[in-house]
């Protein structure tokens, strides 16, 4: 494929400016760039879903014009979502037939080939299952599937490691080696260099837009890579000092939760959980998506009900308080999802700047509203976080998703908050956007802020925690010391594998330490390691 002066703009913003790509057939082709530099735009150009101002698009030396994705499925072009749209409530086969019923039915012809696919690619995707019974792994495994049972021979692939553990990683990449060595292309999205230059072979770098060269995965280092991409080195989110007190912030004791599952049947989706996070700690919570972090977060945030537990924070009892209460109260709240309960889409960003802080300085002047005041401090938040933006009355759709998130921890961070709730606080970000949120954690931690870290990025988790639990299956199983413990140990122990430089935690006992403290160094099977 070859993309030539590609240039789209919109209102107030130049996406993309001349840009230049030649993915040559049967590679991994890796787009790297910071937040707002045009990736999504560019892709979304090359599937069809916007047409380009200016600039030719040419598929196996033929010149073409796509209108709508369709277009583009038919010269065999698919592309993978950073976040995944399949119906949680159909099978893996429903899903993957959705609209591609004239190929081969909804049958048995249909499922022959959904088969025949996961077969010849090593997908291991099993027809009949439910989704919503799915890991993330597994799910982003069907993606690749739904746009291969439609004849893609070029794949783009948009963060597809955000939410994977190590092993995950590994197995993908074996799934995208198999379909290279079957003369498929694959444009990789990411913004993990060192995954970048591991699955690479060949990478283009866009800057503010517009393209700024070439490089070659295997003479070019991840830090001259993040020198090209944002211009600075690469970040690292260690922490070296401990900052942690002897005094509670968080307590969570015996907190269990119910859910029904698909079929009307109460499950058991948190059991017996008790943790505790002092002043000027962070504990970081490690476990494969779908393993309770979200509900432990919802209850926290007074948006689930537990059916048992006590909540204290700062020695109050806030097990019945409603959710705007414990925001009042000083809990701070990066969401998991930022388009589910992070932001609204469709309204200006200094409308978003003031979510769950609308009773708060410098938003409101008394019982009022004060939409000036607001106005100035969003203005303060775009500068002081880089968030790439014409203005602030624009939407917060017309962000990009890292820049959507920098606004959302911005927000949050500019009430000094008590508690910080941060589930993937830097999931979607660039690396010097990376760096500005690890230092802005670390920098009110200093200060005495506690925080509960949830995050998919293991060497993010490891190195701004003062300690790490795992979560398997509802209940916290083990303990680790986070600077014993490496990457690949935690990822095994979040699979409900065994690992060393891990514990196993007391049922209903256990509470956070500090990262100096002592931490068995003896190889232990974690609780869900039976299971």
Known sequence: MELKGITKR??????????????????????????????STLMKILYGMQKPDEGTIAVDGEQVSFSNPGDAIVRGIGMVHQHFMLADNLTVLENVVLGSEKLYGIGTKARAKITEISDAYGLNVRPDVLVEDLGVADRQRVEILKVLYRGARTLILDEPTAVLVPQEVDALFDNLRELKAE???????????????????????????????TADPKTITTKQLAELMVGSELPSPETRESTVTDVPMLQVDG??????????VERTVLDDIALTIH??????????????????????????????GVLTL?????????????????????????????????????ENR????????????????????????????????????????????SLSGGNQQKLIVGREMSHQPKLLIAAHPTRGVDVGAQAQ?????????????????????????????????????????????PATITPEELGSAMTGASSGHLEHAAAGAVTGTARDTAVSDTASDTAGGED
């Open 10 to 39: 919109f209102p107030g913003v130049v996406a993309n400016h001349d840009i230049d790509i030649t993915v040559r057939r049967g590679i991994v082709h890796a787009l790297v760039g910071e937040n707002g530099a045009g990736k």
């Open 279 to 308: 002043k000027g700690e962070v504990l970081g919570i490690a476990g494969v998506e779908g393993n309770g972090q979200a509900e432990l977060v919802e209850a926290i945030m007074g948006m689930r009900a537990p059916d048992a």
């Open 183 to 213: 003369g498929l292309t694959v444009i990789f999205i990411s913004h993990k260099l060192g995954e970048v230059l591991s699955v690479a072979d060949e990478i283009t770098v866009i800057r503010r837009g517009t393209t700024v060269g």
């Open 255 to 264: 907190l269990k939760l119910t859910a029904p599952d698909q079929d009307g």
């Open 354 to 397: 003031i979510l769950g802080h609308v009773t708060e300085k410098p938003n409101s002047k008394g019982a009022l509203l004060d939409p000036a005041a607001a106005r100035r401090d969003t203005e303060r938040i775009v500068a002081e976080y880089d968030v790439r933006t014409p203005g602030i009355d624009v939407t917060a759709a």
């Open 437 to 481: 949120i690890w230092d802005q954690i670390r920098e009110a931690r200093r200060e005495g802020l506690a925080v509960l870290l949830i995050s998919a990025d293991l060497d993010e988790l490891i190195g701004l925690s003062d300690c790490l639990r795992v979560m398997f299956r509802g209940r916290l199983v083990a303990d680790a010391d």
């Open 314 to 350: 700062d020695g109050r009892d806030i097990s019945r308080t409603p959710t705007r209460k414990r925001r009042e109260d000083g809990i701070g709240y990066i969401p998991e999802d930022r388009h589910r309960h992070g932001l609204l889409l469709e309204a200006p960003l200094w």
